[in-house]
């Protein structure tokens, strides 16, 4: 009974923390990654703080295996700040049992870390924390032969030790990736909806503009310049009307005009997340999605939420362009070039004329009957504010490819 309570603990003293993180960052919007890979820094110290305070192992005379979900969430978030810093914490842990060999310790978190690098990309999350936790294990059960531990409970006991480390990070890595999933898809649609309604605002401001111009028009015309009281009587209404149309139109520019707020992120690891978030709807479309991404962090300077949106909505566009009766594909597809990285999303829909392909950019310009027109002028602005270009090729009945290049970070 003593077993089953601890493991309850040690659930609500990971889980706890691990909410407030989410919580945080639903609330704030907080996706820099500075800002977010320093808040979780502070959520990992929590969970093992609780964990060294207020439980116990699971069996007495055994090490927590346990106290590993901190790290292990570390790889699955790729904060390399966490994972070296909890790294560390673990080995100074763990030294406090195995005294003798604090050269395997340290050997056997580099592999963990070696691991990582080489091969944590190229497994699942599944298979990542099942690898983890049965070499933690072994590890485990090792050094405690060495300690000459009863045989043979300690095996059973690190077993048991062991499987509890594998179910709970595996559960918790698993609410982490699904909530952000669900956080960042529900804040980009959310986005392209506003940005929807500019088609509304534009229309409300044409007819604001429109009476001043119209009273303009109508006194202009009643205006008899060899009348030397209409000037008097006149003029200062037209002033008026005129004034009253430049400040509704700095208004309207005010407020739409597009903020950038740059900060050093992983195109990469942004790209990642939309397909991953694309991935619902082309499966829904039976619509095959390929991507062949560098296998390796790139790092440039941009807005990550206006960037998400530029990149949701070309492939949201690309879903939509491939017929309902038709075997869709969507390919993303990078490279780097002369310090560029460009980014190409090709699908086989229905594709454009040239005359339609020469008005793609222009604002209000739509073939959806409910389309508002502004999608491709939007992403235009925000990918020329990062200094970068968007481009569009296209045959009709055959294909659609949009090329964005942006601007690697110099070190």
Same mark, same amino acid.
């Given at each position: ?22 919580? !945080?960052?639903? !609330? #704030?919007?907080?996706?820099? *990654? ?19 305070? /207020?439980?116990?192992?699971? /069996? ?5 295996? @346990? ?7 570390? %790889? ?24 003798? /060999? ?9 592999? %963990? ?8 990309? *190229? ?7 099942? &690898?983890?936790?049965?070499?933690? #294990? ?7 032969? %060495? ?6 409970? /300690? @095996? ?22 699904? #909530? ?25 401001? +044409? ?17 008899? $310049? ?6 008097? *009587? ?22 739409? *005009? ?41 790092? @440039?300077?941009?807005? %990550? ?36 990285? @460009? ?15 020469? $008005? ?5 310009? &739509? ?32 294909? +659609? ?11």
């Amino acid at each position: 009974m003593k077993i089953f309570d601890t493991m309850i603990l040690d659930v609500v003293l990971i889980t706890f923390p691990l909410m407030v993180y989410l919580l !945080y960052l639903a !609330y #704030t919007k907080t996706f820099s *990654k500075k800002e977010n890979d320093l808040l979780f820094v502070v959520t990992v110290f929590s969970i093992l703080y609780l964990i060294l305070k /207020y439980t116990d192992p699971l /069996y007495s005379g055994i090490p927590f295996l @346990i106290i590993n979900v901190p790290l292990i969430l570390s %790889y699955v978030k790729k904060s390399n700040l966490s994972v070296a810093i909890t790294s560390l914490i673990m080995i100074s842990y763990y030294y406090n049992y195995y005294q003798n /060999y604090l050269l395997i310790i340290i050997l056997e978190y580099v592999i %963990y870390y070696l691991f990582y690098l080489k091969l944590s990309k *190229k497994l699942t999350l599944h298979n990542f924390i099942l &690898t983890f936790t049965v070499s933690k #294990t072994i590890f485990t059960i090792i050094l405690l032969s %060495y300690l000459n531990y009863k045989f043979p409970f /300690y @095996i059973v006991e690190t077993l048991v030790s062991g499987l509890f480390l594998y179910i709970l990070s595996l559960l918790i890595a698993y609410l982490l990736n699904k #909530t952000k999933d669900i956080l960042k898809l529900h804040m980009n649609i959310k986005e392209i909806e506003r940005n929807k309604q500019i088609k509304t605002s534009l229309f409300r401001i +044409t007819h604001e503009i429109k009476n001043p111009i119209a009273v303009c028009k109508g006194y202009l015309d009643m205006f008899d $310049k060899e009348n030397p009281t209409h000037f008097k *009587k006149y003029i200062p209404i037209l002033k008026d009307e005129i004034n009253r149309t430049l400040l509704l139109l700095e208004d309207f520019l005010a407020m739409n *005009k597009v903020k950038i707020n740059k900060d050093i992120i992983d195109i990469n690891l942004l790209i990642e997340e939309v397909i991953k978030n694309i991935k619902m709807l082309c499966n829904k479309n039976n619509i095959e999605l390929k991507q062949n991404i560098i296998d390796d962090d790139i790092y @440039i300077n941009a807005d %990550y939420n206006r960037l998400t949106q530029v990149f949701i909505n070309i492939l949201k566009n690309s879903v939509e362009a491939i017929p309902k009766n038709k075997k869709g594909k969507i390919e993303v597809k990078e490279i780097i070039k002369n310090n560029n990285i @460009i980014i190409t999303v090709k699908d086989n829909g229905k594709g454009m004329s040239s005359k339609l392909l020469n $008005k793609i950019k222009e604002p209000f310009y &739509t073939t959806k009957p409910k389309g508002t027109g502004l999608g491709v002028s939007l992403s235009e602005e925000i990918i020329k504010a990062h200094n970068g270009t968007l481009n569009y090729e296209s045959e009709e009945n055959k294909y +659609t490819k949009v090329t964005i290049t942006l601007p690697i970070k110099q070190n």
